[in-house]
């Protein structure tokens, strides 16, 4: 039962996330201030609300570096995750489709992570992009959520803050992901909606590299803050 509630609340933030922030920035334009404040405070939102559920981890990204430092089984990882794939679908779905029945069509290059251009070189600068940006994002959260810090009820807070950091650095290079969930949920909604394959082709990206930059930034916390014997 506490599992399933747990994957109810990752669910439910999921959804918010996608819904609402990933509509600012459709709805904007992916205007830098209004998108990156809008990341920031929904997960400052579900921090405060299903935080006390699950975590509020709602993304993979997050999932993999509790995972790696022992704060999740297996088990757990894999429910957290299927449950923020599918809270994203839903949301991306109901996002574009509500634009579609309100006769607006909704940017894809506003609302979903993409490549720049420049061939490998792209590629490669997206990639390097988003495992560092993954890495800082999910090593403050390992360090503020850690037993022994003493962040307590400001952790919310502080995690919600560096996301909207990690947005206003990261939009102008790739959109920012830093979440495969969110990106795989805007990359269905773009080809289902607007038939726009594009981000399903390039979301491969925003797959591999944030999950490699919280395999980073578990390494770091786990060597950094490894007490000596």
Known sequence: MKLLKQAIAEFIGTFVLVFAACGVAAFTKGDLVATSLAFGLVIVAM???VGRISGCHINPAVSLGCLLTKRMTLKEFGVYVAAQVVGGFVGAVALFGLAKMGGSTLLGDACNAVLPAGGVGGYIGAILVEVILTCIFVYVILNVTAEKNTAGKKAGLIIGLTLTLVHLIGI???GTSVNPARSLATAFGALIFNG???PLAQVW??????M???LCAAFLFKFLHKEEK
Do not use: D, E, I
Not at 205 to 210: D, G, S
């Open 196 to 198: 726009n394959a594009t």
């Open 172 to 174: 102008c290079f790739t």
């Open 47 to 49: 921090a405060y609300s």
């Open 205 to 210: 990206v925003f797959l591999v590299a944030p």
């Open 212 to 214: 490699v930059g919280a």
